[in-house]
């Protein structure tokens, strides 16, 4: 298990935040978020990697608007703990018992008790963590035509993960490190990237990783917003300031007051509310509009971009003075296309979510499908990636394997090159097109041959070292790892 274990509380009983917190100090590794309601729980579940929720029930809440339903659904590795009075025990063994929870805890709860049953049901997801990842490669060892001796993954996980973002990349885990320092500090964060490659997962990692966890984290898209209502959405307004102001409106700033706001797509923003935002993030101050008063707020800005804001400050269309203000830690993830290595992953990751949603058991994702995943570039990214495999499972026999025959057209059809045949299936329209797709396959299998010796490549294949760094240049070529 890892050295922090993430504990959700969903209870309004004072008592029972009370003796969670003396059980479940973060001495002894546990970090506690509590939410007040079911749709509250329900939202940071799919915020943050909870490793065990307890659920104080509620015989008023349904099953269809139970988050500890939900959570056996889409999150079945979060182990599960149900809290209830004598009074309702009948129906509280009853939502235990559908939940396939780990075990049930009368109330006032004890908190030896309480530490002890946390402590078994954390082990026991690992156990079954576990037994889970050796029956699959048992089951691999004998499925040699189908995943040619692929594992998906290691007794130990083989993979990292950060909230809600899981990788085994290079470069996605140098992003996170530099995000993990961001978040113990309360600097504000600028993050970039191209559209669906999880910004906004990760402003929310920062901000549950951050000492404002436990303070509300609001979201405002920034795009296609008039300016008196971008304002209005964050500095609030007074009745009466504009046509349709029929009452007064706090505004995020006021209310995410202690915690972060998340502000997308800030490139988006005039010239005229860059102004307002500097004064903000200089001073702290909000003034409602139509209000003579100035109020102050102690808020964390992480603001993100899938445009270039340094490019733009160049351009002279954003203010440099406030550039410098967002990007107190400055964080660039990458597109799916440059970290293939996480694709196999990431559709083991949405496979398990997914077939959990719908009710499908699903063994595993076959080779051939894998390769046609990794060779697809993607332009999507992550978002992409997760709709095609939620479709996969949907379409997916029960208790079968997805495999090539459940992919979408335009990914079926990639062709992709047959390792240590020499087959390979030209691509383009045009004897042009498919001859470079020939040569770049060729330049390729030399390269992972010779373990990426340049100097014997070009030799081989009768190439100066100039021309043979052009042409890896030319095709985007990148070294695998072994």
């Not at 209870?11 to 479940?24: G, H, M, P, R």
């Not at 349904?62 to 979060?78: G, N």
């Not at 997805?402 to 045009?430: C, D, K, M, N, Q």
Request: aromatic share 6%; with cysteine; net charge neutral.
């Amino acid at each position: 298990m890892s050295n922090v274990q993430t504990i959700l509380i969903k209870s309004n009983d004072a008592q029972v935040a009370e003796i969670a917190s003396t059980a479940l100090n973060e001495a002894e590794g546990y970090r506690l978020m509590f939410c007040d309601d079911d749709r509250a729980a329900m939202r940071r579940l799919d915020e943050v990697h909870v490793n065990l929720m307890l659920y104080d029930y509620q015989a008023s809440v349904s099953d269809d608007e139970s988050a500890l339903i939900r959570c056996r659904l889409a999150y079945p590795s979060c182990a599960r703990i149900t809290l209830f009075d004598a009074a309702v025990e009948a129906e509280g063994v009853g939502a235990t018992d559908r939940a396939a929870a780990f075990v049930f805890l009368k109330k006032p709860v004890n908190a030896a008790q309480l530490r002890l049953a946390t402590k078994r049901a954390l082990e026991q997801v690992e156990l079954s963590r576990r037994h889970r990842i050796l029956t699959r490669e048992l089951k691999l060892s004998v499925d040699d035509d189908l995943f040619t001796g692929r594992l998906t993954s290691s007794v130990q996980g083989g993979y990292s993960q950060f909230e809600r973002l899981v990788f085994v990349s290079a470069k996605m885990a140098d992003l996170v490190e530099e995000a993990r320092i961001a978040a113990k500090t309360n600097m504000p964060v600028l993050i970039q990237g191209d559209t669906g490659t999880g910004k906004e997962l990760l402003a929310r990692a920062i901000h549950f990783n951050s000492q404002r966890r436990n303070s509300p984290m609001h979201v405002q898209n920034c795009g296609g917003i008039a300016d008196v209502v971008l304002q209005s959405e964050l500095f609030g307004h007074v009745r009466g300031a504009f046509p349709g102001a029929i009452s007064d409106r706090l505004g995020l700033f006021r209310a995410a007051d202690g915690g972060t706001i998340f502000l997308d797509e800030i490139s988006e923003i005039s010239a005229q509310f860059q102004v307002a935002l500097l004064r903000f993030l200089q001073e702290g101050e909000v003034k409602p509009l139509g209000s003579d008063e100035m109020l102050h707020s102690n808020v964390r800005i992480i603001a993100a971009s899938n445009k270039s804001i340094e490019g733009m400050v160049e351009q002279g269309r954003f203010r440099r003075d406030l550039f410098y203000r967002l990007r107190g830690f400055q964080l660039q993830v990458p597109t799916l296309a440059e970290r293939p290595e996480d694709i196999p992953l990431l559709t083991q990751f949405f496979v398990e979510k997914y077939a959990g949603v719908v009710g499908r058991r699903v063994l595993g994702v076959t080779t051939d499908a894998l390769r046609r995943l990794e060779a697809y570039p993607f332009p999507g990214n992550v978002r992409e990636l997760e709709n095609e495999v939620q479709r996969m499972v949907a379409v997916a026999e029960q208790g079968g394997y997805i495999a090539w025959r459940h992919l979408s057209e335009r990914i079926s059809r990639i062709p992709i090159r047959e390792e240590g045949t020499g087959g390979f299936v030209p691509v383009g329209s045009t004897l042009k097109d498919m001859v470079e797709s020939l040569e770049r396959a060729i330049v390729a299998q030399a390269l992972d041959r010779s373990h990426w010796n340049q100097s014997k490549v070009a030799q081989d294949l009768g190439l100066s070292r100039v021309g043979l760094a052009n042409k890896i240049k030319r095709y985007d070529l990148t070294r695998k790892k072994r």
